[in-house]
């Protein structure tokens, strides 16, 4: 009994931390702002992040229990998704995947935003360099006291391989 209390109270402990050192607030954007707003901004911050390669930066922007999904251009089947599941998975990624080839740009567009209580699912367009990924993401995103964090994204939705203009 007295271990599970201790696992709660670190877990209260963590979250609290998390949420007044990161996510939308660590962006200068006061809990409780237009929640599309942060959202936004959040996105923004992710993208601009990766371009300069700030991976302590990236990595306050996501939630403890955070994950990435390569869909692999199967929407509709899960049993050939690649994970990365917690915060080291998801910074192997950057580290080794995403920042070796050096984008110029990463960039949302066509956002679609929507919030339910604490959480909000985005489907949106991803530019990364030359390569645009025509509403080929999703990201989860979740509020804790007040501040949003990024807590999944699921990229290659698309049935198609990006197209570069």
């Not at 209260?12 to 959202?39: H, K, T, V, W, Y």
């Not at 992710?46 to 390669?53: K, N, P």
């Not at 740009?105 to 959480?119: H, P, Q, Y």
């Not at 025509?134 to 990229?155: M, P, Q």
């Amino acid at each position: 009994m007295a271990v599970g209390i201790w696992v709660l109270w670190l877990a209260g402990c963590a979250q609290a931390e998390q949420s007044a050192a990161g996510g939308s607030c660590g962006l200068g954007r006061a809990p409780g702002s237009d929640d599309s707003a942060a959202i936004e901004a959040l996105l923004a911050a992710e993208g601009e992040l990766v371009v300069a390669q700030s991976i302590d930066a990236l990595m306050a922007l996501w939630s403890a229990e955070g994950y990435v999904a390569d869909a692999k251009h199967t929407p509709e089947r899960s049993d050939d998704d690649q994970f990365w599941r917690g915060l080291d998975a998801i910074r192997h990624r950057y580290v080794r995947t995403v920042f070796p080839g050096a984008p110029a740009t990463a960039s949302r567009a066509d956002l679609s935003i929507t919030v339910a209580g604490s959480r909000a699912t985005v489907l949106a367009t991803t530019q990364i360099g030359a390569e645009i990924a025509k509403a080929g993401d999703r990201w989860g995103l979740v509020r804790l006291d007040g501040c949003w964090f990024l807590e999944n994204l699921t990229y290659n939705l698309e049935r198609t391989a990006p197209s570069v203009p």
